[in-house]
């Protein structure tokens, strides 16, 4: 399988469970994974023929930016959603990160969704 991948998207969101992570922003990194035939787009060089990296940037600003959520699973699984609405993706990872809630170690987590 192939794989597109866009690495390091970072937004500012209020998300966790603590008042204060749903009070104030603070910075998510989110890389994303998509499992897609790329040989169609590699022949034709057509940006229709494959995944449009600018599409799943903007799902990804909308969910961070978005509603506020209690954990980090849930906005996995929002964006995973979202993207798989394109049936030519076969498959999505998506990690996500607070690098900033802690002063030592960057909690997050990655889920894979056929």
């Known amino acids: 399988m192939d794989y597109i991948h866009i690495d390091?998207?970072?937004?500012?969101?209020?998300h966790g469970v603590s008042l204060d992570e749903r009070r104030l922003e603070q910075e998510f990194e989110v890389s994303i994974r998509l499992g897609f035939d790329t040989r169609k787009a590699g022949k034709s060089d057509r940006l229709s023929d494959t995944a449009d990296y600018k599409q799943v940037k903007n799902i990804v600003a909308e969910v961070i930016k978005g509603g506020s959520h209690y954990l980090v699973e849930r906005l996995a699984e929002e964006?995973?959603?979202?993207?798989?609405?394109?049936?030519?993706?076969?498959?999505?990872e998506v990690s996500i990160k607070k690098t900033a809630v802690?002063?030592?170690?960057?909690?997050?987590?990655?889920?894979?969704r056929p």
């Open 102 to 112: 802690w002063d030592n170690g960057i909690p997050g987590v990655t889920i894979l």
């Open 79 to 92: 964006i995973a959603e979202r993207i798989l609405k394109d049936r030519r993706i076969q498959l999505v």
């Open 8 to 14: 390091k998207l970072l937004f500012a969101g209020k």
